[in-house]
């Protein structure tokens, strides 16, 4: 976010907070809407200690983050006192207070998996695993960087996969497996670009320029250096500020330019006293005594060795212990106090072997390689499991397709064996058609035959019946000729009648 976006959620958090204060003088601790409020202004307390941290107050951090987690468990409020713990931890080791830190981050850790938080899980197991680096217990760095990484990729968080990536980085840096580390840097970059996390983006660069220093490549690294430090003055990030100055300066003196290194030291130096970052003020003032060490000024070099080994035995850090205890010994060999110059060999060498012995280079690879193996078998699994299911459909598909064959094969087997019958019939009905076709034939000839010698006896008969009737008629005539006419009769009679 930019610096106008934070500006405007900081005012935002005022205005909720000055809300909820007025809000809560007016209403009962029995009332509902008492605990809804006093949830949102332990959230905007707990808003306050994260402003405070991020810029550098963390005194003030700690107060304000004790008090919204007070509110929360007097509420009841476990998602609020995971985040509050959190703060709490990452405050407390910006101060070196490390077993305060530690303490809270696994109190957060506990009631995260007890919410299921996936994401805050991972958060916390990542600011945990910079505690156990910064101590030199490289196998439970690498141990809850991994478990962090993991619930990342889950999850597809790719802002927290990116810091997990760097975060190993780190440890193969620390244990001078620059070209693994490098392969972490780059990967970690890569996702930052494509998200636009610039915070993250600086950090990557700066961590990718550190690894181009110790190779020697020091155009390379003055470049990301550079880089860097141009993003974090852009988005106001004093203590990412003070680790690049820290870092040019050393590459400075890798150069041979004393002066210019003292100059980016003396920066670092006095934002880290400003933040009251001890752990910045320690990597500060071992490199400005280192350069007046180099011009021979032993009693400046030896105030600011004595400064870093009380911040460094504070924390608790064998890498910061072991960076003083050398310079000490350097120091003294140089002035002649043998016996405190063999002391302080013996504790470089002490914290020298506890980073960087047999054992912690085993385990880290091991974790490594459980870490790459489970990856990888988890992607065969799914892969497997994935060329199975290809598998089984395509032979699904395959008997599918077989059985549809068959059907088919079926289908046109009994259609031809009906198209077979059906010929078969339509032949016998063709061959009875054509019998009965004769047979009619030849009754329709013998019926004509018939036929003609009806017609022809008929006509026999006809001219028989002619004759005949022409007989009668003619003998008709003759008899009629022959008798008296009945109505002469008749009237003869009548006469014959009436006379009598």
């Not at 605990?35 to 202004?41: A, G, N, R, S, T």
């Not at 600086?202 to 430090?229: P, T």
């Not at 009905?429 to 009806?454: A, G, S």
Request: hydrophobic fraction near 35%.
């Amino acid at each position: 976010a930019s610096k106008a976006d934070e500006n405007e959620w900081m005012a935002f958090n005022e205005q909720l907070l000055q809300l909820c204060e007025k809000s809560l003088k007016g209403i009962s601790r029995e009332d509902i809407a008492y605990l809804v409020i006093k949830k949102c202004y332990a959230e905007g307390i707990n808003n306050k200690g994260l402003i405070e941290t991020e810029a550098g107050n963390f005194e003030k951090a700690v107060e304000f983050l004790n008090t919204s987690l007070n509110m929360q468990q007097e509420l009841n409020d476990k998602l609020g006192m995971t985040s509050s713990l959190n703060n709490l931890g990452v405050a407390y080791t910006k101060l070196g207070k490390i077993n305060k830190a530690l303490e809270s981050f696994l109190k957060a850790i506990e009631l995260r998996k007890e919410l299921n938080d996936q994401m805050g899980t991972a958060l916390t197991y990542n600011n945990i695993a910079y505690i156990f680096k910064d101590q030199g217990n490289i196998p439970k760095a690498l141990e809850y960087f991994s478990m962090s990484l993991k619930i990342k990729e889950k999850v597809g968080d790719k802002k927290g996969i990116a810091l997990s990536l760097g975060s190993i980085g780190l440890i193969y840096s620390k244990q001078g497996d620059l070209s693994k580390a490098l392969e972490y840097y780059l990967k970690s970059k890569q996702i930052r670009e494509e998200i636009g996390d610039k915070r993250g983006l600086a950090g990557a660069l700066n961590n990718i320029g550190f690894i181009y220093k110790m190779q020697n490549h020091l155009d390379s690294a003055l470049k990301y250096y550079e880089k860097s430090l141009k993003i974090r003055l852009e988005i106001k990030d004093r203590s990412g500020s003070a680790e690049s100055y820290n870092n040019l300066g050393s590459l400075y003196r890798q150069e041979k330019k004393p002066d210019k290194a003292i100059e980016y030291f003396e920066k670092s130096l006095k934002l880290n006293e400003e933040l009251n970052e001890k752990k910045g003020i320690s990597y500060s003032t071992y490199n400005l005594a280192y350069e007046y060490f180099d011009k021979r000024n032993y009693a400046k070099a030896l105030a600011l060795c004595d400064k870093g080994m009380v911040l460094a035995r504070e924390l608790g850090f064998p890498t910061e212990i072991g960076d003083a205890a050398k310079l000490h010994y350097l120091i003294y060999k140089a002035t002649g106090n043998h016996k405190l110059a063999l002391v302080n060999y013996e504790l470089f060498i002490q914290m020298h072997d506890s980073i960087n012995n047999d054992r912690n280079r085993k385990a880290s690879i091991k974790q490594q390689l459980r870490y790459e193996y489970e990856k990888q078998a988890t992607a065969d699994s799914v892969a497997h499991a994935k060329e199975s299911e290809i598998k089984n459909a395509e032979l699904a598909q395959q008997k599918a397709e077989l059985s549809a064959k068959k059907n088919q094969q079926y289908a046109l087997f009994g259609g031809l064996g009906l198209v077979m019958i059906f010929a078969g019939f339509m032949y016998n009905r063709f061959k009875v058609t054509q019998k009965q076709k004769l047979i009619i034939e030849d009754k329709e000839k013998e019926t004509q035959k018939q036929n003609e010698i009806i017609s022809r006896q008929k006509h026999e008969v006809e001219e028989k019946q002619k004759e005949i009737l022409d007989s009668i008629y003619y003998a008709r005539r003759i008899q009629r000729a022959l008798i008296t006419n009945e109505k002469y009769i008749e009237k003869s009679l009548n006469k014959l009648t009436s006379k009598n």
